[in-house]
């Protein structure tokens, strides 16, 4: 196991392999649940990395699959491993998912991702994120938003660690000249975005308003993929209802195929990064002035 791997991977990496040896020994779910007198959703839910085995589960399994002392010893480790406690559960007072998709992010391989109204999380700065949370949840506490800017602020550090994901963001250029927070809240956010596409890992592409219609207009979306092959890759939709993840391959498929088209359509990263520094540049845009910002990066000075 890697660094990157997370407890969410350990576990369905566990399950994963708790399957293939029960299939192996030629034993179905009914029959194992029988001789170890259990229900027979507890194996199911073990084998599809829903709920943590125990070692002492992991131990009763792997002797009804007569499993050598080697690879017993291994796989019990690895049910050790699972129960470890990530940095994100000190946030299971947040609701709506947000700890358990950060255990996910946590072992990715790849985070390919689409925003239109938005800074996707990983880049936001705090005074933008206090600014969008008090936006799409009114209703908050203080103290309540306080607690997910902590932790949205905590997940960046993903970026920087010393094996980083893959980090491509296409975002909108819409979405970059609209106001969150103040005039200065926008132009620090502006250079967290150039600061952030220096690192090695991380590619910034801006979606100009002049291409019209595009591939990503069905809304954004973030494609999270896995060097680990037990971890399945998946798409995540998010919105103000919670998240919604996509895992088949067919539904993979698309949305790579969409994230491809609108690599194409947006400006080279290059070009974007010298945009988003021109853009912060901007004391107040005027219609005529975007106009000339998007030709410039189309056509030069």
């Known amino acids: 196991m890697t660094a990157r791997s997370s407890a969410t991977l350990r576990r369905r990496r566990l399950g994963g392999e708790l399957r293939r040896l029960r299939e192996d020994a030629e034993l179905t779910i009914q029959e194992v649940a029988k001789r170890l007198e259990c229900s027979e959703s507890k194996i ?35 049910a050790r ?43 936001q700065t705090e005074e933008y994120a206090h600014a969008v949370i008090r936006a799409i949840l009114p209703d908050l506490l203080p103290d309540e938003i306080e607690r997910r800017v902590q932790l949205r602020m905590e997940r960046q550090s993903l970026l920087e660690r010393s094996d980083p994901p893959t980090f491509w963001a296409v975002l909108d250029e819409a979405m970059l000249r609209h106001p969150v927070g103040s005039i200065e809240v926008m132009r620090t956010q502006l250079d967290k975005l150039t600061e952030a596409a220096a690192l090695p ?88 002035r975007q106009h000339d910002v998007v030709n410039k990066a189309f056509h030069g000075p």
């Open 201 to 288: 890992t991380v590619t910034l592409q801006v979606l100009p308003t002049a291409t019209g219609e595009h591939a990503g207009m069905d809304g954004p979306f973030t494609i999270v993929g896995y060097s680990e092959s037990a971890e399945p890759d998946f798409v995540l939709l998010d919105s103000v209802m919670g998240e919604l993840y996509l895992e088949t391959a067919e539904q993979l498929q698309r949305y790579s195929r969409v994230f491809d088209l609108l690599r194409t359509a947006a400006l080279p990263p290059d070009d974007s990064v010298a945009f988003i520094r021109r853009l912060r540049e901007e004391p107040s845009s005027s219609g005529v």
């Open 81 to 123: 491993e699972v129960r470890q406690r990530g940095w994100w559960t000190s946030y299971a007072d947040v609701p709506d998912g947000v700890p358990a998709y950060a255990s996910l992010e946590v072992a990715a391989g790849l985070i390919h991702t689409y925003m239109a109204l938005v800074v996707p999380a990983l880049l």
């Open 44 to 78: 199911s839910r073990i084998e599809t990395g829903h709920v943590s085995a125990t070692p002492r589960d992991v131990r009763d399994m792997l002797g009804l699959y007569r499993v050598n002392e080697e690879q017993r010893d291994a796989l019990i480790q690895l």
